[in-house]
């Protein structure tokens, strides 16, 4: 476990108002066998135009175009315009445990790298359970099992977001952070891994790539496997199902994270990356069951951004069939996910086995699995059955690689 000072205010976990500057938890250091990495890496994107976009200078427009267009409701476009730059993703790298002498038993290096891309409002740390113990550690258990991992910050979030387009300030927010761009970076970064050419920035190619996404991170990995069937081996769907709630949405409140918290958004950054405002919403939704009372404020003080073009496209990426891919595919989302698994009548095993059937139909049954951990909300990695469900997840990727 990370000796990681963390001081956390009694008052927060009893109150509903205090805000996440309120919290000090110092930024999470990686492992001995981790190292921070920065992928640049060209990208040209066809970014959709929005007919009604909120006013870039209202605070309050975007927070509520982000809250309708997570809801449900669309948002109409008229064409495209091409995005053509250089961007930043900002990773977090680590290796299996057997790259060091020391090591206490013999790990096998599977040669596989597990690509690991976070959610809306969280960056790279959550794989790394902000470093509150090893039972959260994504990096460690793969590691443990011989997957080399790559944690990434999505361009546009992360501490070192305001780097990530041409090196100057913040991309925009509505036209170029957008769903399709966050696929066609992804693949970018995977063909440069693949190809090891001079921008991969771990220093090794991989012939073999897994996916692992959560909530809608899981969403951009089906989008990628339809487009780009070959670029990944095995994709790992976690905190997800086709069964979505957006009454959940409702209950968010968002706003304006330069504002709501300067000590860790700069006012540089564009109104259009706003993040949730009151831990109540957030532990809400995302946390249910079993788990740490402790950790939903930490949650709260670390969390990141949402943009406006990301929730304008959220709907589109979510709903299109995943075509091409064969691969193997595995579900894991908790028994107790109120985004995910909250269809009246119907089982969260049931819903995994419905959108298995229905959103990968052309991967055969000896290809595809899933895993429901009880007592366990929409954050599973976050929750005390995390080490089960990591456990899962590795011993079916271990019948591929």
């Known amino acids: 476990m990370l000796n990681i000072p963390l001081i956390v205010s009694l ?10 500057s309120t919290i000090l938890v110092p930024p999470y250091r990686p492992k001995s066998h981790c190292s921070n990495l920065s992928f640049h890496l060209p990208i040209t994107y066809d970014s959709l135009i929005f007919t009604s976009p909120p006013d870039p200078t209202d605070e309050i427009a975007n927070g509520d175009f982000v809250q309708a267009t997570l809801g449900g409701v669309p948002a109409p476009t008229n064409g495209t315009r091409s995005i053509n730059g250089t961007f930043t993703i900002n990773a977090v790298y680590c290796r299996p445990h057997s790259s060091f002498p020391s090591s206490h038993r013999h ?33 460690a258990a793969a590691n443990a099992e011989g997957y080399h991992t790559l944690a990434i910050d999505r361009v546009g979030h992360g501490p070192g977001a305001n780097t990530s387009y041409n090196g100057q300030s913040f991309p925009d927010p509505l036209t170029v952070v957008q769903s399709g761009f966050h696929v066609e970076s992804i693949f970018q970064l995977i063909t440069t891994i693949r190809t090891h050419t001079k921008r991969n920035a771990i220093g090794k190619g ?27 081996d095995a994709l790992i769907l976690t905190g997800y199902s086709t069964s979505i709630n957006l009454a959940t ?55 990141d951004t949402i943009t406006t073009g990301e929730s304008a496209t959220l709907i589109r ?85």
Not at 282 to 287: A, G
């Open 249 to 303: 949405a409702s209950v968010y409140k968002f706003i304006a994270a330069s504002s709501f918290n300067p000590q860790r958004f700069p006012a540089s950054q564009p109104l259009g990356y706003v993040t949730i405002s009151t831990l109540s919403a957030r532990k809400t939704t995302f946390f249910s069951g079993l788990y740490d009372p402790t950790i939903p404020p930490i949650d709260f003080a670390l969390s």
């Open 107 to 139: 790990i096998k290096d599977r040669k596989a790298l597990q690509i690991l891309v976070h959610g809306i409002t969280y960056n790279r740390d959550f794989w790394a359970g902000f470093g509150l113990g090893d039972q959260y550690n994504w990096h």
């Open 206 to 232: 991989f012939d073999k790539i897994i996916y692992v996404g959560h909530s809608y991170g899981s969403f951009l990995g089906t989008s990628l496997a339809s487009l780009h069937p070959s670029a990944i």
């Open 11 to 20: 008052m927060l976990w009893a109150s509903n108002s205090v805000t996440a």
């Open 317 to 401: 990426t979510a709903s299109v069939p995943v075509t091409g891919y064969q691969g193997p595919v595995f579900i894991a989302t908790g028994e107790e996910d109120y985004i995910f698994c909250h269809t009246e009548g119907k089982t969260c095993e049931t819903i995994l086995q419905e959108t298995l059937a229905g959103f990968f139909p052309e991967i055969g049954s000896e290809f595809k699995g899933y895993f429901v951990p009880q007592k366990t909300g929409h954050c599973l990695g976050l929750h005390y059955s995390a080490p089960e469900t990591t456990r899962k997840v590795n011993k079916f990727l271990g019948r591929f690689f």
